[in-house]
């Protein structure tokens, strides 16, 4: 059964914070991927990483970073939280045909 | 335009109705498509893949057209578990990317 955790469910910070969104897979894909969810806009893709060390840029990358230093590790940054980064935050794995979501993390930044 | 539309609904139903679902996609160029299912402050997860010659899976029934650039899903028989929102995702050829539409809510009634 695959299995993608996500180190909070529930996370509050402050403005100007650094934060880090940790996830774990356990299935050995190569694929990773960093989303953000808010209503009325859906899913939005902010990175994804194809292999250890390598990472291409979605469709909403400014303000975040990342880091895949081990295959099963998928880390999203917040270099300086903003009020407008509360949202969802989903972690997915997977492969061509099929992605696999973590439970998610609400971020609060106040 | 957006990439990927469907209708947000909701599609209030009574128990044992069917109900039908589009999805629109703007790239000619797509190549997969998919039908996730995520229900209220859950992760989305994999109903269905869509394939050119359409597929069913028990009481789901999906659908493409490539000509109209449109999917549908079928759900015949509603049951009150079926509440949930049905997210369209498409992707296309040579990259890694799902683009995800905003969902259509689905709201199964006694």
């Known amino acids: 059964d695959v299995k993608v955790t996500q180190s909070s469910r529930y996370l509050v910070k402050r403005t100007g914070e650094k934060v880090f969104l940790e996830c774990v897979q356990d299935m050995d894909h190569e694929n990773m991927f960093w989303y953000r969810q808010d209503p009325g806009l859906g899913l939005r893709l902010i990175y994804f990483s194809y292999d250890v060390k390598m990472k291409e840029k979605g469709d909403i990358p400014e303000g975040y970073s990342v880091s895949r230093e081990k295959k099963e590790r998928f880390s999203l940054i917040l270099e300086s939280a903003s009020t407008n980064q509360t949202s969802m935050y989903l972690c997915?794995?997977?492969?061509?045909?099929?992605?696999?979501f973590g439970p998610g993390t609400r971020l609060t930044v106040t | 335009r957006k990439e990927v539309e469907q209708d947000p609904g909701p599609f209030n139903v009574p128990e044992g109705a069917t109900v039908a679902f589009n999805c629109t996609y703007s790239n000619s160029a797509s190549q997969s498509f998919f039908w996730y299912r995520q229900d209220c402050r859950k992760e989305p997860k994999l109903l269905m893949s869509v394939y050119s010659s359409g597929n069913e899976d028990g009481r789901f029934t999906a659908q493409l057209n490539r000509a109209s650039q449109y999917i549908s899903l079928l759900i015949r028989d509603s049951k009150l578990s079926d509440s949930a929102t049905y997210l369209c995702v498409v992707t296309t050829s040579g990259t890694y990317k799902y683009i995800f539409g905003t969902g259509t809510r689905l709201k199964v009634l006694a």
């Open positions: 997915a794995s997977g492969r061509v045909y099929e992605q696999y």
